[in-house]
């Protein structure tokens, strides 16, 4: 019923319609249309994809696009009239096939026929042989180690070397610094068709870098095979005014004070690009005056410090000028820019300092859900380290302005119970469990650093975490627990030792506050 | 002078009476029964003078006027007066009085005559149900009334789907049944055809609106068969005959096998095949032969008798209907009585009570059609005796080469069987103080109790077909239901022109279900003797509830007509339901409908076209609130929570639904224009409708925000959110005739509905899972129960279509097409083929339904027939996967050569495939959709009369029926009519059910 209505509105209208429909597709130059093929010939192999493309344009407007090729068992029809709700006066041509895995032919041609809407026809052809290359080219030897020159360097140059293979051929390999205007390239072929070309072919040039350019700026590799399949390495060109330390501290005391501590002083600061550091402090009194020296035990032969001329800049001369923190009992965060000698700085307060356990849990509360079931009970939290087990800590104690910081004190010699007199502490830090269940909140040594360097990754291996830390904190974490060990340190005199531990900057520092009363 | 003239005159006027008075005789019959009238009062008009029939009806008269006119009355016929004319013998046939239902109509709480209903009602009488052989009397009214929509497969005991002028909403179609003024569910399998004397459907809400929140799918008024005034008559009617499925034509063993293999050779796999090699056709076992029966026995047999006088009447009836399952099990079988009687205590006084008892006894039908159809041929029936064990149910063969389960092993496990008691009864009380002022008080109770039983017995017959310890189970199901209703009711005509008609109302109902349900498992053997859950030893389990609902309801309608020309009806019905809370607990629903009789009009007294022209239009808003009873509220439900690092089970409670405490009515407001008209001599009626009925307030279950907390599989709630249309026509044309003895009738109804859901809860409902997929999408602004998948266009002949099948720069759109498979339309040409290029590709509903009637007597032959079909609607026929043979499923025979095997060969069915990697019968498309339009003979039936002068006093019809004995369709499956039942949103699939049978019956009925 439905297709009978269908068909009888449908013969309706077009009885009504016909004469509409010439109307519709009027001649306008009655020209045939124009075909562009972006190549006539298109090598590639079986089993792979190639793609015909061109530029159709027809004033009359294109009704369709016949590619046709029995041996492929190709004939498709791309009818635009269809797939547009408006008439194509302009088509680019994009068809993509894939040669058929059990093709034996070396060539074929296929028939491009295009059809205005006036009927009229352009014809074309395109050769199609199975001599393409898919396979990329590869390097056998990469260049990708960072470029760091200091510009008053003497030698601002470097050498470039790179090797590469191709199973068909190599066109070129090239060096390309686009932002400092570099570009090299080493032709590997003088075929101009482009036919042959060795298989081998090793990059190796030298280049001189500006002085007149700091910053940090890619590089690219590259490697062209005959059929311009290419493969591409990169990696950063750095020209600074300093060089790229690998550790650098933050000093809040003179340099005579530097090595009172057992650890933890100079404070090791985050490396977090090339020539870039990152400092979190907590600054306890107005007016302490810092320095960022990479020597731990020295201010020589490099201390950099504020610009004596510009305050807003950093400075490695002999005037340099202390950074000085003006707010008291707050948190700092200085972005170091050692490219330019440029720094930036904010502060926080201490209640936006992140912890790094679960918000839910309170120093000093029973807030520590015991067996991990929901609070089935809770019980104390609170931290302290330990050379046995979190059963058995010594407990620190938090700081009365700042809760972010403890301290814990301890005495040497101590004695093992065997009236042997201990110098030496080896520790965790944890929370406390009565039953010594490890793990829920603890921190560790990286085994990556020094001990000296006081930096202490928060841990967890209780149900991945999620029950007892914050997942917002970014200091010092470690996850991996072969990454971590206990630290160990050993005093040399007599006498009583504070450590202090700051939880949000995964900080501690160990301190002689007096000496035996033996 | 002037005074002997007269004298003279007078005088000689009395001689030539006198001379002019003749003798009367003759005979007096039924025009139902033609015998003869005993009792009947013959009378002269004017005069004292008059007689009665004697034994064989005959009288005598002596002395009448050769120009009187005679009088012949008697209680329950007509009064018919005949003018003499000198006749010295004057016959009569009189005619019953109960013809007079032709001209009156019931209507929810009253009645009206035909002439002068203003809504769209629908009567049939119960003669024209009575004919077909059935077990609801609903299969019997299907094409006889335009509008209404009738569906059901052939299982026995099944209820068919009934629906009035469309879907209007989500939440269930079926009507309203009222019986004798007693609604009494969505199911009137209780009632026997025979005993019910006439059949009326409401079908818009200017009729319907009387019966309020559950009129919005109309309502369907079942009169049953009263006594009347009389001698005592005796009427027995028995039909019996066999029904008969179309055995469908599968493979053979032989060919099982070779499409088995060549499906794995077609996709270059060695065939993992399990049975012989290279069988003959004669082997293989016949699984439809080894399921199904040949002929199932079907029987009906009613007795009545009614009669009464001026103080009582009285009637009562017993009948039996018995039906087989067209599989070598399960049958249903009921056994039905009615009495009714009514006393005339005074002439203001009368009382009565229809009493309903019946039983109903299932086996159940198994449903294994399906596996019929696909289990392997190739396997036994049973295994080898050598392997039988002492369980007998492990001795029956596992498929060699499919899942499919043994079902002749599955017919041996089953056993489920339910019986059920019934009881309808109304009594009521009527009294009329005033002329024209009834009050009429009325009790109805509806109770039906079910005992259903099922034992599934331990069984082994491989890993995947097995049951590894025996269950039985128990469940009691009651439903006690009890409705008061009052009515007062005033008729009174002024001034011979102006008739109105006043009535109020107050019902209350109650709805109760009790149900108790039991199981054990581990009987210790599967002997019948421990078919009980007291024989189980392990895991018992019970489960218990009760539910209630309850409505009272107000309601008052007015109807006036003046002079028959203009007629006005409006009602109002307020109802109070416990479904709702305190602010949505009442719901009013008015009603209102105008007609023209145009004929009655001055202007067309002198024209000669019309017998009969009347305009009617119509308006009114009915409810539903077909929803849980407790959907307003809250619950929580037990449920299991797991602990602990051992992942413990505990027992607990958890949110089982969510309750809406605002949730209200659905309303479905309803327009109705309608045209009544007569030709020629009244021969020729017609009545043409237009209908419009829009649901607000629909009720549907949303998701609640997932913030609340709530569990996903029970955050659901009810909510007022959805809006349906129905609209549609409906034309009647019906013609009557008659030439000497033969007479004859034929009737055309047409009627065709659109059904849209205008806004439902966001998104799409789907339905009818499929491969992963759904069939079925039902999305605001569509119609519903549309098929919604991929647009298959045709198969791939050879690999240049496949390669030309691409996207607009060459993307492949299906990797995996091979020369044979489907071509599956890119609708957005997006060059991927996926979600975004499905379509709507089927509906469920179709375009126009048909109904033609006809029938003629000649002498004492009579013959009639019935025709039912639907045009335009869409069946998703999933059996055409039998051509896969996927799983190792067997196929239709001759499936090889319909699917592909080289180019031409098959443009529909795909090649065979054990892989299927191009998803030609896993995805939802229209390679299954097929047009579904059908019309069926529903019957032909042809009846010999005897001759009074053989069968004496009685009167005896033997009749042959044969019922749906042709269907004209395309539709490939088995039965397009079975393939269209399901619910509203879900219509339309074919799963292979069961279809409806060629049935066959002799009929014989003796009235006496």
């Known amino acids: ?51 015909m493309s061109g530029k159709i344009s027809d004033k009359d407007g294109i009704s369709s696009i016949n590619l046709y090729c029995p041996e492929l068992y190709l004939d498709k029809t791309i009818n635009l009239v269809e797939l547009y709700s408006e008439i194509q006066y302009e088509y680019d041509l994009s068809y993509s096939f894939t040669i058929p895995e059990e093709n034996k032919c070396e060539s074929f041609k296929v028939k491009v026929t295009i059809t205005d809407l006036g009927g009229r026809t352009t014809e074309g052809e395109i050769l199609i042989t199975m001599d393409g290359d898919y396979t990329l080219p590869e390097f056998t030897s990469r260049y990708t180690t960072d470029i760091k020159k200091v510009y008053t360097d003497a030698d601002m140059t470097a050498t470039v070397e790179f090797s590469a293979t191709d199973n068909k051929g190599l066109q070129y390999l090239e060096l390309d610094i686009p932002e400092l205007e570099i570009n090299i390239k080493d032709n590997c072929t003088t075929d101009p068709e482009l036919k042959e070309g060795p298989t081998e072919w090793t990059f190796n040039q030298t280049i001189t870098l500006p002085t007149d350019k700091l910053g940090k700026f890619k590089m690219y590799t590259r490697t062209v095979d005959l059929l311009n399949n290419e493969v591409v390495d990169s990696c950063n060109v750095i020209i600074s005014m300093v060089y790229d330390y690998d550790k650098l501290y933050l000093a809040d005391v003179p340099e005579n004070k530097l090595n009172d501590d057992i650890f933890g002083v100079p404070m090791l600061i985050d490396h977090i690009d090339v020539n870039q550091y990152r400092a979190r402090y907590y600054n306890k009194d107005a007016g302490t005056e810092i320095y960022f020296i990479p020597n731990r035990d020295s201010f020589s032969p490099v201390c950099i410090g504020a610009d004596n001329s510009n305050n807003s800049k950093l400075s490695l001369a002999e005037d340099a000028q202390p950074i000085v923190l003006t707010e008291a009992n707050m948190y700092y965060e200085i972005n170091l820019n050692l490219i330019d000698l440029t720094y930036s700085m904010r502060t926080y307060s201490i209640d936006d300092a992140c912890y790094p356990w679960a918000d839910n849990m309170k120093i000093g509360e029973e807030t520590l859900d015991q067996w991990a079931n929901g609070g089935n009970p809770w019980t ?73 360097e006081g930096v202490f990754a928060r841990f967890t291996n209780a149900g991945n975490g999620t029950r007892y830390i914050n997942p917002n904190y970014d200091g010092p974490t470690v996850y991996d627990p072969d990454a971590k060990e206990w630290t160990w340190f050993q005093v040399s005199q007599p006498g009583t030792y504070r450590f202090y531990f700051d939880v949000h900057l995964g900080r501690g520092k160990l301190l002689k506050i007096a000496d035996s009363n033996n | 002078m002037r005074r002997q003239i007269l004298i003279t005159c007078l005088l000689l006027l009395a001689v030539c009476g006198y001379a002019q008075q003749i003798t009367v005789s003759g005979v007096v019959t039924s025009n139902s029964d033609k015998l003869p009238m005993i009792g009947a009062t013959v009378q002269v008009k004017g005069t004292t003078t008059g007689t009665i029939t004697g034994l064989d009806g005959d009288y005598m008269l002596a002395n009448v006027p050769k120009d009187a006119v005679l009088v012949f009355s008697t209680i329950g016929f007509e009064t018919v007066e005949v003018s003499v004319n000198g006749r010295t013998t004057i016959n009569l046939v009189m005619k019953e009085a109960t013809e007079l239902l032709d001209e009156v109509v019931v209507i929810g709480y009253g009645v009206v005559k035909k002439g002068d209903l203003t809504s769209s009602i629908a009567a049939v009488k119960g003669e024209d149900l009575a004919s077909l052989s059935t077990g609801n009397a609903m299969n019997a009214l299907q094409g006889k009334v335009s509008g209404l929509q009738i569906s059901n497969s052939g299982t026995p005991g099944s209820t068919p789907r009934v629906i009035i002028r469309g879907v209007s909403t989500v939440n269930g179609s079926n009507p309203l049944y009222v019986v004798d003024g007693m609604p009494v569910g969505d199911n009137i399998n209780f009632l026997d055809q025979n005993d019910i004397e006439s059949m009326q459907v409401l079908k818009d809400a200017s009729a319907s609106a009387i019966y309020g929140t559950r009129g919005s799918n109309g309502v369907i008024l079942i009169t049953t068969k009263k006594g009347k005034a009389g001698a005592t008559k005796f009427s027995f009617t028995a039909s019996a005959g066999f029904q008969t499925l179309e055995k469908p034509n599968m493979a053979k063993a032989s060919e099982y096998e070779y499409v088995f293999k060549q499906r794995y050779l077609n996709d270059s796999s060695e065939p993992v095949y399990y049975s012989k090699d290279n069988i003959t056709d004669a082997e293989g076992t016949d699984w439809w032969d080894a399921t199904m029966r040949k002929t199932a026995l079907i029987h009906n047999y009613n007795l009545s008798f009614s009669g009464g006088s001026d103080k009582y009447t009285y009637s009562a009836s017993i009948g039996y209907f018995g039906q087989d399952s067209q599989y070598k099990i399960g049958n249903w079988q009921k056994l039905t009585a009615r009495f009714s009687m009514e006393y005339k205590f005074n002439d203001v006084v009368k009382a009565g009570m229809d009493f309903t008892p019946k039983y109903e006894q299932w086996n159940d039908t198994p449903n294994l059609i399906g596996s019929a159809m696909t289990m392997d041929p190739t396997t036994p029936i049973m295994r080898d005796q050598s392997e039988w064990t002492d369980n007998e149910f492990d001795n029956y063969s596992r498929s060699h080469n499919s899942q499919v389960w043994n079902p002749v092993a599955s017919m041996a496990r089953m056993n489920k069987s339910s019986d059920e008691y019934g009881l309808l009864a109304t009594p009521y009380i009527s009294i009329e103080p005033v002329k024209g002022l009834i009050f009429r008080s009325q009790f109805g109770l509806n109770a039906r109790f079910r005992l259903s039983d099922e034992f599934t017995p331990e069984f082994f017959l491989d890993n995947l077909e097995k049951l590894d310890y025996s269950i039985a189970k128990r469940n009691m199901k009651n439903w006690v239901d009890w409705n008061w209703t009052n009515t007062l009711t005033w008729m009174k005509t002024f001034n011979q022109k102006h008739n109105l008609n006043l009535m109020g109302g107050y ?75 305190k602010d949505n607990k009442y719901a009013v629903f008015p009603a209102a409908s105008l007609a023209w009789r145009v004929t009655g009009e001055e202007f067309m007294k002198n024209q000669h076209i019309f017998d009969n022209l009347k305009i009617r239009g ?18 929580i439900s037990a449920a299991d929570y797991v602990f602990g690092p051992n992942s413990d089970r505990f027992i607990g409670t958890a949110v089982g639904s969510i309750g809406n405490s605002l949730l209200r009515w659905e309303t479905v407001e309803d327009y109705n224009i309608g045209v009544d008209m007569a030709f020629l001599n009244n021969r020729l009626s017609i009545t043409a409708e237009w209908f419009r009925k829009q649901s607000h307030d629909m009720l549907l279950k949303k998701d609640n925000m997932l913030i609340l907390g709530y569990p996903m599989w029970n955050g659901q709630m009810w909510e007022n959110i959805g809006e349906m249309e129905a609209k549609g026509w409906e034309l009647s044309v019906n013609w009557n005739d008659k030439k000497g003895d033969f007479s004859y009738n034929v009737g055309v109804n047409l009627s065709s509905v659109k059904n849209t859901a205008i806004k439902l809860n966001g998104a799409p409902i789907y339905t ?23 647009v298959a266009d045709g198969l791939f002949q050879n690999q240049t279509e496949i390669n030309a099948h691409t996207g607009e720069h060459g993307e492949i759109l299906q990797p995996n097409a091979q020369p044979g498979d489907i071509r599956f339309k890119d609708l957005n040409n997006d060059g991927v083929l996926d979600d975004k290029d499905k379509t709507y590709i089927g509906a469920a509903f179709p375009d126009l339904m048909v109904g033609i009637n006809a029938g003629f007597s000649w002498k004492n032959i009579d013959f009639m027939a019935n025709f039912y079909g639907t045009i335009g609607n869409d069946v998703y026929n999933t059996t055409k996967g039998r051509y896969s043979g996927a799983g190792g499923e067997n196929v239709y025979a001759g499936a090889y050569n319909a699917a592909w095997h080289g180019e031409g060969t098959s443009y529909d069915i795909p090649r065979l495939s054990v892989n299927d990697a191009n998803m030609n019968y896993k995805r939802v ?84």
Request: net charge negative; hydrophobic share 30%.
């Open chain 1, 1 to 51: 019923m439905r297709k009978s209505l269908f068909c009888t509105a449908f013969l309706a209208g077009a009885f009504l319609c016909g004469c509409t429909e010439e109307s519709v597709y009027t001649d306008v130059d009655g020209q045939n249309p124009s075909f562009e093929l972006t190549t006539e010939h298109i090598r590639t192999l079986t089993g792979y994809e190639f793609t």
């Open chain 1, 380 to 452: 104390m939290f609170k931290i302290g380290w330990s050379n046995t087990s979190p059963s058995n800590i010594q407990e620190f104690t938090k700081d009365e302005t700042n809760p972010h910081l403890f301290y814990v004190d301890k005495t040497f010699p101590f004695s093992d119970g065997n009236n042997h007199n201990i110098m030496d502490f080896n520790f965790f830090i944890s929370n406390y469990h009565s039953n010594g269940w490890w793990d829920f909140i603890s921190w560790y040594k990286l085994k990556s650093l020094d001990r000296e």
């Open chain 2, 507 to 581: 019902t209350m109902e109650r709805f109760q279900t009790y149900w108790l349900e039991g199981s054990k498992e581990r009987i210790p053997t599967n002997d019948e003797l421990l078919h009980y859950v007291s024989a189980g030893t392990q895991n018992p389990q019970a489960s218990g509830l009760n539910e209630y609902s309850s409505l009272i309801s107000y309601l008052g309608r007015v109807m006036y007509n003046f002079n028959e020309k203009y007629y006005v009806t409006a009602s109002v019905r307020v109802d109070g339901s416990s479904k709702f809370l």
């Open chain 2, 618 to 635: 119509g308006w009114g808003r009915v409810g539903n609130q077909s929803i849980d009873n407790s959907a307003y509220q809250s619950t």
């Open chain 2, 768 to 790: 009818q899972s499929f491969n992963g997929d759904y069939i079925i999408r039902n999305e605001e602004g569509c119609e519903i129960s549309q098929f919604y998948g991929y």
């Open chain 2, 925 to 1008: 498309s229209s390679f299954y959709v097929e047009d579904g339009s059908y019309l069926r003979c529903k019957q032909l039936q042809i009846g010999y009369t005897f001759p009074k002068e053989w069968t004496k006093v009685c009167k005896l019809r033997l009749s042959f029926s044969a019922q749906n004995p042709f269907t004209i369709t395309k539709y490939s499956g088995m039965d397009p009519e079975a393939a269209s039942t399901g619910a509203v949103t879900e219509s339309g699939v074919d799963w292979a059910g069961y279809p409806n049978p060629r049935t066959y019956l002799f009929g014989l009925n003796i009235n006496f």
